[in-house]
């Protein structure tokens, strides 16, 4: 059973940063792309950002430049997304996933205040 486990959120001031991270569980993760997602209440979950297997990444337009997405394949099976520059608008739950087999983690809670 693949589990994704994600940490770090919290509450952040407008311009402010925090680092997510996301600890997946089984022997495949060196081998998928992971990603982020987010969901305000009423919205759809947006994607964020990507990584794939390889460390090549992509981001939302809404993130990009203030938001980097990295990996850890070798010791701690983990991938992070270090949130800078924070924006209000970027209140929302954040959740882990994997497109390999379509699992998600059950999120954590990213608040900024302006």
């Known amino acids: 059973q693949v589990q994704l486990v994600e940490s770090g959120g919290g509450l952040a001031q407008a311009g402010g940063s925090l680092r997510l991270s996301c600890a997946a569980s089984g022997s495949f993760f060196a081998i998928v792309a992971m990603e982020w997602y987010r969901q305000t209440p009423g919205k759809q979950r947006e994607w964020v950002a990507s990584i794939a297997a390889g460390g090549s990444t992509k981001y939302a337009d809404s993130v990009k430049g203030r938001f980097t997405i990295s990996r850890d394949n070798a010791a701690k099976n983990t991938v992070d997304l270090q949130m800078n520059r924070l924006k209000p608008e970027d209140t929302a739950v954040y959740y882990c996933?994997?497109?390999?087999?379509?699992?998600w983690g059950k999120g954590t809670l990213v608040t900024v205040s302006s």
């Open positions: 996933h994997t497109p390999a087999g379509n699992y």
